[in-house]
Structures are given as C-alpha cells and as structure tokens.
C-alpha cells in the first residue's frame, strides 16, 4: 500500500513538472494569435458626418495577404475603394502599394495583425494626399467587424 502512494505522489510530480514545463515552453495563443480573413472596420463620428475605413481581408498565406482598402463618408456623400491588393507578409507586418479604384491615385502602406483588429497607415503619393485611401501617415486601428470577405465594386 505504501509504495503504490509513493508511485501516485512520483506520476503527480512529473506530470505537475510536464505540465509547468509545457506552460513555459509553449507562447501564449494571446501573444500569437492567428491572423483571420474578414472585415475590420474604424468608424468616425463627425460634427457634419460619419465616415468609415474598412479592410477586407480575403486570403492570408504565409508570404502574401490579399486585401482591400475602402472608405464611406455619409456627408457629402463620398466612397472609394482600392483595387485588389497583394501585400507581402513578414510575420505580423504586410507591407504593400496600392491604387484607388476609379480615381487612379496611388500610393502605399503598412498593416499589421493584433489580436482580432489589424493596424494600418497609408501615404499617398504627391498630390494624392487628398484622396480617400491615403491616411496621411497616421496609424488607424481597426476592429474585425464580421467574416465577410465581399470586395467592393
């Protein structure tokens, strides 16, 4: 009887050290999280109108994102969207450039994956600072909104 306690107290220490071993060697899924295909959105509230910037992420592989930019403001009424962008990914960072769809104005950007939101800024070439996409070098975080991946246009 003695030694088969001491055999249950022997198979709980070891499995206590596994799982505490396991803890420290495995990252936390938080700190790592997957990057998700889906809408993520940013909605602004102003005095005279709303507007909204939105990224639909339609594939992610491990070299490559395949996304769109598109923008929608309430008042004047003004809408724009960029053609299909082809980002290179390096980890959590996707570098890209990109063209407005209609309005032909360029430009590029960076967007970076967080925990079920992306991270994402814009500089428009000269002269097109004024168009839509463009985020004039500010940093915007967006928030995944739903797992729709429908393109504008």
């Not at 980890?91 to 994402?120: D, H, L, P, Q």
């Amino acid at each position: 009887m003695r030694k088969m306690r001491e055999r249950t107290r022997h198979t709980r220490r070891i499995l206590l050290t596994a799982f505490l071993l396991a803890a420290l060697i495995i990252p936390s899924t938080a700190a790592f999280a997957a990057p998700r295909t889906g809408t993520y959105e940013k909605h602004f509230v102003g005095a005279g109108a709303d507007s909204y910037r939105t990224v639909v992420i339609k594939k992610i592989k491990k070299k490559k994102v395949i996304f769109q930019i598109q923008y929608a403001r309430s008042y004047p009424f003004r809408e724009s969207w960029t053609e299909k962008i082809k980002g290179t990914r390096k980890g959590n960072k996707v570098t890209f450039s990109y063209r407005e769809a209609g309005w032909g104005f360029t430009g590029t950007g960076v967007m970076k994956f967080k925990n079920n939101a992306v991270k994402i800024k814009t500089t428009g070439t000269p002269g097109s600072d004024y168009g839509f996409i463009s985020t004039s070098g500010m940093t915007f975080k967006l928030k995944r909104v739903s797992s729709s991946k429908k393109f504008a246009g």
